[in-house]
């Protein structure tokens, strides 16, 4: 390859699920090398270790190392936090004053309002100025503003593949917000990887509940960029369920149009203009509706788009890898904005279906 | 259990889904005895042939017989029709004329007013005399009326679940009708013991999607019973998806109440005094919000209910087995009802968790 | 059912999966009255408290109470131990000499030498006394003697289908012991309801591994029951896996035959004849392989044969539900032979299939 | 990358799950341009149609095309047959013959000895020259062989589990040939996507079961390898179970050792020796069993050795991708070493975990 010499990229956090998909992902990215892992709690273990990812064995020698911010950004050009909420706005301001390109997993950066983010998150703030500069990081829409970011608040899981549902009929007007209602599903690694009864296979599998019903925290995220998209203050319902699944969230959407003249084909064509540039989200032909599956192990997003013309409502489908379009390979499609690589690069293109 | 006679009953269709559950079921039943079993195209076969159900081997020892109206009905009092739509409104007369009590789980006979059953499965009728005499087999709000029919129509799966969460909202006009959105999730033995590639194991497994969007045939047949309660048309907003596990149903119905004053306790003492006398019914305590493995191989449907005072909207969720009471356990129940015996007789009262 | 009294019976122990299960069958078990449920963890609480089953709701109500054996004995005639290993023994021998009926569902009393016990569990004991008057109950085998005792250690999941697959072989001295390989599958459930990482949904879900390989604790267990039967000491190679499913276990069990000259046909007539009086095991046609699946739910096992001419081996596979027929519906089938009633009383006898 | 030119590559039988994760791969691979897709029952179809792959829209755009040999061999320089059993031997001579490097996924390549494959597979073959000159395209025992042929017969998924746990035994005569004992597990996807009863989730979820209990096809397949490696005559127990997951398998290998002093460390030095040169290969540290979750979406294979010196048997336990390593990922493999490439071109490295 050269003399050409890659971007030094670490994570702090790299035991968790979202770390072990920056992991592979970063492993394969042609301009990155992965040069740091840090964590708390696995400190001095091998990332290799049978308590960790032993099937990394051979393709990653890296141990993981007690957080020290200053020897991070030492080392680092990017990082990555994938840590619990309320400890990234603890780190960041310190990596980004010494330069560090940051990219954080948690909510920490996503809200624009931080006195929106202490009344969800129970955490009082104190890095206003830093959190000023932060950016959401959900590409279809930001793309510029990430280009010159120097620290992102990476999207959750459900407000990706919700909001690529339903941006282009906020931003065109084409339904009335406050009928909007987001019934979303998700595969049970979105609860991470920690010891819960109610995530085991015995309990989850072959089961299908609701939870947080009227009170996720996703909520106020969804709606702070619905805002943002319609021009006033947006109110949304948002219900998540859990799905006997690994991976995978699929969010239908429901809202009623304003003009109920548009038809599905109308739709289809609006939802492709709007994401013309956006070559990781695919809209579905008239009458196919996406799978999770098709995305899984994917950057992608599909969607699929119905019109019920005796209630007059659109009903949006969006399908998307939790773990990937909806974390970790979104904050590398981020990352190569920032960086000015091409959008896809090191982005894995296909689902591994079945 | 001395001299006492069992009540002769027979299955038409016994090699599906619904037929194995009644049959399994009726085994079990303590006042029937489990004459007949009739179907087509496995007719000659033993019912544990290996090709159907091999593990009832020494538990029945029937045969799968053509089926012979008139034979059916010297030798079953009571038959339940297990056959594809269209095909129970050519045995029901017949059967009917004999005598028999005859519990159809096909569409055939869910509609009171046929020309929607001719609108929504695309097939013409003559035999509206007797669809004029059945009734809705949910016995949670037609009670009385299947106490006195001699046809029941058997609801379906998805209409079960949804009516259950609906129906004290509309009954008591707490909602705004038309604000009613059903987003619907079943296990995949819904589709039945069919053939099909987006059934296989590899293809479902760990995958999610809607189907049938805004055209479902179960659309007409809630309205009809939402319209019934509310005492005008209803339109309803219903959306059924696939996911990945054998057996259960959730649906999670939105709507706007009419009274922003209600809270949370208002409803669930709303709702328990409207299924005061429905055992099968059980409304969960404030904040719990069912699982559909609760309900799984048992006949109850287990109801949570939310209230969003930002939205102004109530979000009830309804869980159950959709193969016992979303089909066989509730013909079962209304069968009970129609024989004057306890509602619960032979029905299993706690799921098989985990 | 008149002035007939039921027997009251408790379960120590009743917050895992062997308790739930014992629960639901006692509750619907015809001569026996639940009146006790037991443990430390969760004392105080409701059994159908939101963290144990919330879907008892209205099906039972009795409370967790913290561990009293003094107050157990004088409530109970029959006491199920469903408690870690080790801590049975401390409460079996007080419960007896209080005239209790006992049944151990941990491995405390499977032993008839302490000291293979004390060399795999790593547990001093000091009961032997008691644990001589204990009957491993495993009904096919022992029928007789747990009819007369007071004191059943109930068998394994794994050693249950494994030794229902073996005896017979052993019995008859059919094949060379030391050549017999068991290769066991079970769902995770045998776990129990305990947060660990390893048998989370997304970890545990689309994965398949052994574990314990050489050196699993059922291994002794089986031994000790395969040497009765052989009439000298046996070894056996024992390896059990973790398939990605809730409930079931499949023994597939390997030995050389003595005479190569036996057929599958002789070996389905000897079986047969073996379980000639054991209602609860099925011995499958020719050519038919049992499906986890169809024991699921029920108290059945089922037993398919297989003879290679090539390699002159008999293929043994044997299928409970490992939670039934492998744990509390076998205790179950113990009590009932103990206290004289039918052995079939109150247990599910076909599977909830699909 | 300049004015390189990269390989024109088809596929005849693109519509399977061997078809899709070739393309998927052959999409990513850096030398290969994949210009074919051919099939009968799709000929017409775009591979992104509703009935196929729609999740590849946008990311190929390449018809099904009904399958003329003479216009494969001029557009194709290497030809990837995944069609069923049969046909291969049909369609190869003739693209041999025009110059094609043919890399059969069929069974139909595999036998040195084509009487075996009649026997087995009930076919006749009269193109015993051209099978004279496939070479079995297993890399790690194969490697020269393979970077000479044009014709390779490439291994089933089963067998390359298998022969990867049992070769390092066999090659250095450490086991009893004749007491190995293979249990293996796969998911379903195995069975490829037809509409089969027996393979739907609602009956293979939750479910487990052997199948072809001492017939199935790749017995000989196994063994002829076997032999090779023991230098006479080996005759191999084999058994394959169905795993209620969509991907993978595991081979659980049992067999005697010559020398009951060897530890468990010595093994693995052994292996880790014989698979020296492999990466793909990767032998776990001892006590370490792998997971088939670690090598899904992966070329990878993950053995795992264990001694028991009770018994005197070694246990190996291998894991694969069945869909990757156990055929699409290992026929590109053996293209990498035909083309003169490095093996692991194009192929995926980790496993998408979790």
Not at 55 to 76: P, Y
Not at 179 to 205: P, V, Y
Not at 313 to 330: C, H, P, W
Request: hydrophobic share 40%; net charge negative; with cysteine.
């Amino acid at each position: 390859m050269g003399n050409f010499r890659r971007v030094p990229a670490g994570i702090i956090g790299a035991s968790g699920y979202g770390g072990v998909q920056l992991v592979r992902l970063l492993l394969d990215h042609p301009e990155v090398e992965l040069v740091y892992l840090g964590g708390e709690s696995n400190a001095g273990k091998s990332f290799t270790d049978v308590t960790l990812y032993p099937h990394f064995t051979g393709k990653v020698n890296l141990q993981i190392e007690a957080v020290d911010i200053e020897a991070v950004a030492h080392r680092c050009e990017v990082v990555f936090l994938s840590v619990p909420n309320g400890l990234a706005c603890q780190m960041a301001p310190k990596l980004l004053e010494k330069g560090c390109k940051v990219l954080d997993l948690s909510a920490d950066y996503r809200f624009s309002d931080l006195s929106t983010y202490t009344a969800w998150y129970n955490k009082e703030r104190n890095d206003s100025s830093t959190a000023a500069t932060a950016i959401y990081g959900l590409p279809e829409l930001y793309r510029d503003r990430i280009a010159e970011a120097q620290l992102i608040g990476c999207p959750g899981c459900y407000p990706t593949a919700s909001l690529l549902a339903l941006s282009p009929l906020l931003k065109q007007g084409l339904i009335i917000p406050e009928t909007a209602i987001i019934d979303a599903k998700s595969g049970t690694s979105g609860g991470g990887r920690e010891a819960k009864i109610n995530m085991l296979l015995a309990e989850a599998d072959n089961s299908l509940g609701a939870y947080g019903v009227a009170r996720h925290r996703h909520t106020p995220e969804i709606e702070q960029i619905c805002s943002d998209l319609a021009g006033h203050e947006v109110m949304i319902q948002f219900t998540p369920h859990l799905i006997p699944m690994v991976r995978g969230i699929l969010s239908t959407v429901y809202a009623k149009l304003r003009d109920p003249g548009l038809v599905r084909d109308d739709l289809i064509t609006i939802f492709k203009a709007f994401y013309r540039n956006s070559s990781w989200v695919t809209i579905c032909e008239g009458g196919v509706y996406p799978q999770t599956k098709w995305a899984c192990g994917s950057n992608n997003c599909y969607i699929g788009i119905e019109v019920d013309r005796r209630t007059g409502r659109v009903i949006v489908m969006s399908a998307i890898d939790n773990l990937i379009k909806g974390q970790a390979g979104q904050a590398i499609q981020c990352m190569n904005i920032m960086m000015g690589w091409d959008e896809s690069l090191g982005l894995p293109k296909v689902g591994f279906y079945p």
